[in-house]
């Protein structure tokens, strides 16, 4: 089973990915990973493990239109099983997304529905909450709308910094990303026309 990474900077959860491809975890392989942004450190860490790093810089394109078509090109010469976007921060068109329906997932740093959108920890903190968190979805044309496949909780402390924070959140984002994954690529976890389904069953 193949997978495409996109991403456009560090990449922390790329190399979640790619360590638990290393450890025979992930239930597939990572064919390539593309980034829009030609400085992104996740580029190196491709690199690192021997996988195809592509940049495809969003710039040299004149619309969104035009930049995900040659994207939609780049993505399947590669035919992936799986696209898996980490830290891809661009809002993808409708053609890109009913191309790859089912079969693409993102991860936001925000217990969904709430939080959609940027600068989610220092919204979650500004309003009090006890409880934040990551989630992993299907990507449909609604911005960080698509159906929850799967999530993971953090408490938030009294003292609790954004940094704080968004490390505590990342640490749990490197530790679903993997699992959803493979729970995809072993056919476990499917966006069907009622919602997501594991095992068969509704979520
Ligand atoms: C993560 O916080 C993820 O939830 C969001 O973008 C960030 C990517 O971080 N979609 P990294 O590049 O994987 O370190």
């Given at each position: 089973?193949?997978?495409?990474?996109?991403?456009?900077?560090?990449?922390?959860?790329?190399?979640a990915?790619?360590?638990?491809?290393?450890?025979?975890?992930?239930?597939?392989?990572?064919?390539?990973?593309?980034?829009?942004?030609?400085?992104?450190?996740?580029?190196?860490?491709?690199?690192?493990?021997g996988?195809?790093?592509?940049?495809?810089?969003h710039?040299e394109?004149?619309?969104?239109?035009?930049?995900?078509?040659?994207?939609?090109?780049?993505?399947?010469?590669?035919?992936?099983?799986?696209?898996?976007?980490?830290?891809?921060?661009?809002?993808?068109?409708?053609?890109?997304?009913?191309?790859?329906?089912?079969?693409?997932?993102?991860?936001?740093?925000?217990?969904l529905p709430?939080?959609?959108?940027l600068?989610?920890?220092?919204?979650?903190?500004?309003?009090?909450?006890?409880?934040?968190?990551?989630?992993?979805?299907?990507?449909?044309?609604?911005?960080?709308?698509?159906?929850?496949?799967?999530q993971?909780a953090?408490?938030?402390?009294?003292?609790?910094?954004k940094?704080?924070?968004?490390?505590?959140?990342?640490?749990?984002?490197?530790?679903?990303?993997?699992?959803?994954v493979?729970?995809?690529?072993?056919?476990?976890?499917?966006?069907?026309a009622?919602?997501?389904?594991?095992?068969?069953?509704?979520?």
């Amino acid at each position: 089973r193949r997978v495409v990474v996109l991403i456009s900077g560090n990449g922390s959860n790329l190399q979640a990915l790619i360590d638990a491809q290393t450890h025979d975890e992930l239930g597939g392989e990572i064919v390539a990973v593309i980034s829009n942004e030609p400085d992104a450190y996740g580029l190196q860490r491709a690199r690192d493990a021997g996988i195809d790093a592509v940049v495809l810089p969003h710039r040299e394109y004149e619309s969104r239109d035009a930049y995900d078509g040659a994207l939609i090109k780049v993505i399947e010469r590669h035919e992936p099983d799986l696209i898996v976007l980490a830290g891809f921060m661009r809002i993808l068109s409708p053609r890109f997304v009913q191309r790859f329906l089912g079969r693409m997932l993102n991860i936001h740093p925000s217990l969904l529905p709430a939080y959609q959108g940027l600068n989610t920890h220092a919204r979650a903190l500004a309003d009090g909450v006890t409880e934040h968190g990551c989630s992993v979805h299907f990507v449909t044309e609604e911005l960080d709308g698509g159906p929850v496949a799967l999530q993971a909780a953090v408490a938030v402390a009294d003292d609790e910094t954004k940094a704080s924070l968004k490390q505590k959140v990342h640490a749990r984002e490197h530790l679903i990303y993997p699992i959803a994954v493979k729970w995809f690529l072993e056919g476990r976890l499917q966006l069907g026309a009622e919602g997501v389904t594991f095992d068969g069953q509704p979520l």
